[in-house]
């Protein structure tokens, strides 16, 4: 069998990683977003999808399965995509990149990376559930997911992408960085 290519995507929220897997998509490969798995989970605690509630549960389910719980949790959703290239958004810890780069051999990491000012515009007019509607509980999300390693994630990337600027540009470098990467393959 084929091994699976692995392209693990990261970024703080609001960087670019919903624009980063739309392009992606549209190349036709499958997303596993962890947070779905995150969501999911509050779904079936029965909470409100909220910045306080998602921040909550994806730190109650690192403290119940570990710091790789939820990419362990992904892992039989990638090795049963119905593709030879599979992304995966989110990741926060150097556990789960490590969880990925044990279980799948063509592993990549993508981080995307943008100023705070220009991610907390980003957030406000997305205007999703879970995103923060004033500076305070955007620097206490940004917090929180420091805390659970993504600086650290950041810092040791394979890739990284600066999306400061017009989506052209993020588009053209992470089509780059998927050239290099699938031609060494």
């Given at each position: 069998m084929h091994e699976k290519i692995v392209i693990g995507i990261a970024g703080m929220p609001g960087s670019g990683k919903a624009t980063a897997e739309k392009v992606f998509?549209?190349?036709?490969?499958?997303i596993i977003a962890m947070g779905?798995?995150?969501?999911?989970?509050?779904?079936?605690?029965?909470?409100?999808?909220?910045?306080?509630?998602?921040g909550s549960v994806m730190l109650q389910i690192r403290a119940e399965e570990g710091s790789a719980g939820l990419a362990k949790r992904c892992i039989p959703k990638i090795k049963a995509a119905n593709s030879d290239v599979v992304v995966v958004d989110g990741i926060r810890s150097?556990?789960?990149v490590d969880e990925f780069k044990k279980e799948f051999k063509n592993f990549?990491?993508?981080v995307i990376h943008?100023?705070?000012?220009?991610r907390f515009k980003r957030l406000l007019s997305r205007r999703r559930s879970d995103d923060p509607k004033d500076w305070e509980t955007f620097v206490a999300r940004d917090e929180r997911e420091l805390s659970v390693g993504l600086g650290e994630v950041v810092a040791t990337a394979d890739n990284m992408v600066i999306n400061e600027g017009k989506k052209s540009h993020l588009i053209g470098e992470l089509d780059k960085i998927l050239r290099r990467f699938l031609k060494n393959e």
């Open positions: 998509r549209m190349k036709g490969y499958p779905d798995e995150v969501r999911e989970e509050a779904r079936r605690r029965n909470l409100a999808p909220t910045p306080r509630n998602l150097l556990q789960e990549t990491l993508i943008a100023s705070p000012k220009t």
